[in-house]
C-alpha cells in the first residue's frame, strides 16, 4: 500500500486559511488522493479528491504537485466547525476492477482552529 | 437520501458474549465496508460487502464476521468478546466510479 505522512497536529485562527500538507512519495500513476475528515464523536466525513489537476469543491481546495509526491488540503477560511482529523488516503483496489477497496487511514493531523 | 444508519448507537456486552451490529447503506449503494476505531490503532478496515459477497478482508481473528442482505444492509459479528473489542465500529458505504465512502456515525462498544 502506498503510504501517505502528515504532521500529526496543525493549529489555525478562525477566518484564516489552513494548508494542510501530505506527502506520498511512493504513490503510483493510477492512485487517487482522497481525503477525509472526522469530527469529534462523529464518523469519518469526505472532504475531497484528485488525481492529477487541482479540486475545488464547496468544502475545500485540493493542490497536487507536478510530481504528485505531495498534495496540500486548502480550507480558505477556516471555522470552529473544521476542527478535525484530517487524512489524506491513497484508496487500495485490491484488483484492477476496483470491486475489492479499502481505506488505509494514518494518525492523521489534528486541526485545532482558535476564535 | 437519508445517510448511513448504524443500529445501535452505544453497546456494552461482558467478556465471552457475541454481538451483533446493524448497518444500513445510502438507497442504491451495494457496497459496505466495515472499520474498527481505536485510540491505540486508529481505524482499521474489517471487510467489505458487495451484492452479498466479501470481497475484501483486513487482518483480524475469525470471531469477527459479516454478511450482506439482498437489500444491501450489513450486519457484523463479534463472537467471544474481548476486553480488547471495545472500540467505535464504523460502517461505510460507496456507489459509482468515484469511490467515495460515507460513513455512518458508529456503533460504540464497550467490553466489560
Known amino acids: 500500500d502506498a503510504k501517505t505522512t502528515q504532521p500529526n497536529s496543525m493549529e489555525s485562527n478562525e477566518e484564516e486559511p489552513v494548508h494542510l500538507p501530505c506527502n506520498h512519495s511512493?504513490?503510483?500513476?493510477?492512485?487517487?488522493i482522497h481525503w477525509y475528515r472526522q469530527l469529534p464523536s462523529q464518523g469519518p466525513e469526505y472532504v475531497i479528491h484528485g488525481l492529477t489537476s487541482n479540486v475545488n469543491n464547496r468544502m475545500a481546495s485540493l493542490a497536487i504537485a507536478e510530481d504528485r509526491k505531495s498534495s496540500t488540503l486548502i480550507l480558505h477560511r477556516a471555522t470552529l466547525r473544521d476542527a478535525a482529523v484530517y487524512y489524506c488516503i491513497l484508496p487500495v483496489y485490491a484488483n484492477s476492477g476496483g470491486s475489492n477497496y479499502k481505506l488505509t487511514f494514518g494518525k492523521g493531523t489534528l486541526l485545532t482552529v482558535n476564535p | 437520501k437519508a445517510g448511513v444508519t448504524q443500529t445501535p448507537r452505544y453497546l456494552i456486552k461482558t467478556r465471552g458474549q457475541q454481538v451483533t451490529l446493524s448497518c444500513s447503506p445510502i438507497s442504491g449503494h451495494r457496497s459496505v465496508s466495515w472499520y474498527q476505531q481505536t485510540p491505540g490503532q486508529g481505524l482499521q478496515f474489517l471487510f467489505e460487502?458487495?451484492?452479498?459477497?466479501?470481497?475484501n478482508k483486513g487482518n483480524f481473528p475469525g470471531r469477527f464476521s459479516g454478511r450482506q442482505f439482498s437489500n444491501s444492509r450489513s450486519e457484523m459479528n463479534v463472537s467471544t468478546l474481548e476486553l480488547g473489542d471495545s472500540a467505535l465500529y464504523l460502517c461505510?458505504?460507496?456507489?459509482?466510479?468515484?469511490?467515495?465512502?460515507?460513513f455512518g456515525a458508529g456503533t460504540r462498544l464497550s467490553v466489560l
Open positions: 460487502y458487495f451484492s452479498e459477497t466479501q470481497r
Open positions: 511512493t504513490i503510483s500513476g493510477t492512485d487517487y
Open positions: 461505510a458505504s460507496r456507489f459509482g466510479p468515484q469511490n467515495i465512502q460515507y
